[in-house]
């Protein structure tokens, strides 16, 4: 391999490898004693290449890198490098452990010191924060590392990627930045109603700034916020199956009322699906289930089976037969990820019929006609998919998201009505129904009668805590443990990230509401 060269200082490029473990591992919480796992207190074996670019240091894969570890899956966001003495330059890394065939997030960091000729001195991680509900966890420790410098194929692709993903990046101010320009609110009702430990971070969209909290971790402030790699959970249901919906039936008239039986053989047997469209299982509203109580069917022990299962028969063979018909398909809301995953299996094979095309999907309806124009950040593309030959997304859940990959699909959604240059990417009835923008289409119960769920959004009437004069519905995103993406009107959006189980977001709604009134009192 060619040596690094030495430009201004010292310039890494090549393979970064560590050679041991971090020596401590403490439980913060773990209800199901997943720390006895085989794997937990280990990482997957560390073994990448690098490239740098000024300050920054590129890895060259990005999102989810699967491998032989039995727990843990690498994701990988760019970091800073900076001279340091001795000869040493010293580099910072933000990276996250996710758990294999699951979403949870468990966020970190690596430093180093390192010289042209691959020595490597005071490398240490520190995992002392997570988005994950289940399993918390301090691993920290110097370990050994060392570095092989050498010539990384596609170098420069990937040095220009970063440099556009950086370049288009929205501005992100902090909360006293707010505070200034608008006097009158109280800023400490944004991020309110999570405990700060179960906090990962939280914002505001406003006027295409992204204001940003929290980012605070057990160990201090985490030092690459803007980088905090964010699991989905359910708030895939929206950004994934329910714009694939979209952009399908966008793309062919009808698309959304196509029935799933045709184009999932597993649920056609089953005799239960023969009647259920497309639109009616992304409204959580098949008429299959067991119990139509708040959530009982989706934390039930039985769910086990399709949440473990890292195959696509697994997880098909559950969702089209665990469920038998109760109702009839439109008229009763419960909620299965179970369901969603069904309608992506469907979408897969419906796309394929029409187009004639053998590439990916989510390549063609997702990441090139949407994700890409919108600029979001390259770890997104990498979806959870199964580890089977079929690969099949899960559709409800298993994105990486950045605060700002949030806040441009909130934007996209909310302020440009799934429209780009004047053209209309998501079918606009669809999507107007699932904003609450259209009467007498707006969805099913959902458990209360303050709260709907249509086409893949929830949406909550904010009437009593307003004190609007007539219902007013605000539509947003959800994902497991606490996670949060409400589409308020005029164009704000406020988010947070948790994993204290708190889905509350009034008293942000009510200073929100002092920025852009979000109805008539």
Known sequence: MLAAAIVGGLLFQGQLVLDSQPGSFTVVKDPYGLAGAPGAQTLPPFDFAFVQAGHALIPMQRGAIPSTHPMWEFVLEPGSVHKDTDGFARAALPFSLEERNQNCMHQGTLTFRFKADGTVADAHVDISAETCAYFQFNMTG????????????GASDAIKAYKREEAARLPQKTFTALKRKYPGIDITAFGSGVAPEDMSLYGLVLDGVNYVGGCQTRDGTYPFCARMDLPSYSVAKSVFASMMTMRLAQLYKGAAQQHIAPFVPPCAANGTWNDVTFAQTLDMATGNYNSNLFEVDEFSPDMSVFLLSDTHDGK???????????SAPGTVWVY????????????RAYYAAQSGSDGDFVEDLLIAPIWNPLNLHPGLDVVRRTYDSTAQPFAGYGLTLTADDVAKLSIFLNDDHGMRGGRAVLDQTMLSAALQQTPGDTGLEAGSADLRYHYGFWAWNAQATLGCSAPAWIPFMSGYGGIVVALLPDGLTYYFFSDGNSFDFSRAAVEADKIRPICAK
């Open 142 to 153: 110097d370990i050994a590392a060392h570095y092989v410098p050498g010539t990384v194929e």
């Open 316 to 326: 098909i063979g559950f969702s089209c037969t665990h469920y038998p018909r109760k």
């Open 336 to 347: 299965h990820t179970a369901d969603t995953y069904t309608l992506g299996t469907a979408l």
